[in-house]
């Protein structure tokens, strides 16, 4: 894989401040907050099935993931002039491989000694799909219906929203390449976040469109699908792009901001369940609502009155937010007794 580098060089004035190399991002603490917030109501859905709507802690991610990857990318061009696809790649496979192997390695083992010749099977087929990060397809073309499972669920069903990042992941900067690219040869490279901007949006609403479609027709494909939770990343990577923009917000009602949108993740938490329409357009609460949360931090030069997500715990929680629920164990447990199947 070749570096691609396209676009003209930034000036000093314009380049970021930021971590050690190309594309590091600054780790802010509200956002380690909301993931660990995230992670908490995903692991309590897992395993206490409450409260009804906790699976919207994978639609908080999706926000949160777009954004950090956007800016990540954005923040390389403006101190570079480019960016390395090859370096994204590789500060992506250090960050995702290890946990994910090893933990599909783990649960190929365990599904050994745990299940059943069939289901052993079926955990090594899954691992795969997921190993390649294409699970969420695999259980979409299964009819795998996530909230009704009529059999056991599969050990590594939770790696589908993984699966949907990552290819994302792979479109997204040739997206952001090209557009450079097209502005510069254009001789109007100053215009190139407009136009990125401009296209995100439209992306996001072609995948909304799609998602209400497929929600309704379809919900069992739509909950997996790449295509109907495209606009769930593109939000994030939305406030990303028009990041400049928060700078204007007035320090003093920020924190408004950020509980306006912390009271409407709270209020997705118990206003959604099984039966609601999803991802569109009961998904748009959660969203919204987390890209309100991350607005509200972003251009601040502090995080002030949100101290249930700036906390020493929240942030360290926020630090493993990728490992936690990637490793969690209860669909082992939920498995054991159909041990002969």
Known sequence: MTTMKIGSRAPKSARAKTGKGPGRTRLRPDIQGLRAFAVIVVISDHLLRWPSGGFIGVDIFLVTSGFVITASLLREHDKTGH?????????????????????????????????????????????????????????????????????????????????????????????????????????????????????????????????????????????????????????????????PLALRIPSGIRPFLAWVGIAGMVASLFLISNSSVFPAPSGVLPVISAALFILAGTGASEHRGITPFTNPASRYLGDISYSVPLAFPCDYLRGIPVSGA
């Open 83 to 243: 960016i390395s696809f090859t370096g994204f790649c590789k500060r992506r496979i250090k960050r995702i491989m290890p946990a994910s192997t090893l933990t599909l390695t783990a649960t190929v083992i365990a599904a050994y000694f745990l299940f059943g010749p069939g289901r052993f099977l079926s955990t090594v087929s899954d691992s795969l799909w997921a190993l390649f990060f294409s699970a969420n397809w695999h259980f979409a073309a299964a009819g795998t219906d996530y909230f009704q499972a009529a059999g056991p669920v599969s050990p590594v069903q939770h790696f589908w929203s993984l699966s949907v990042e990552e290819q994302f992941y792979f479109v997204w900067p040739w997206l952001l390449l090209g557009i450079f690219a097209l502005m510069a040869k254009a001789g109007r490279a100053g215009s190139s976040k407009t136009v990125a901007g401009v296209c995100v949006f439209l992306v996001c609403a072609a995948s909304f469109s799609w998602a209400m479609h497929e929600s309704a027709t379809a919900p069992t494909t739509a909950y997996f699908s790449t295509f109907t939770r495209t606009w769930e990343l593109g939000v994030g990577a939305l406030l990303a792009v028009l990041a």
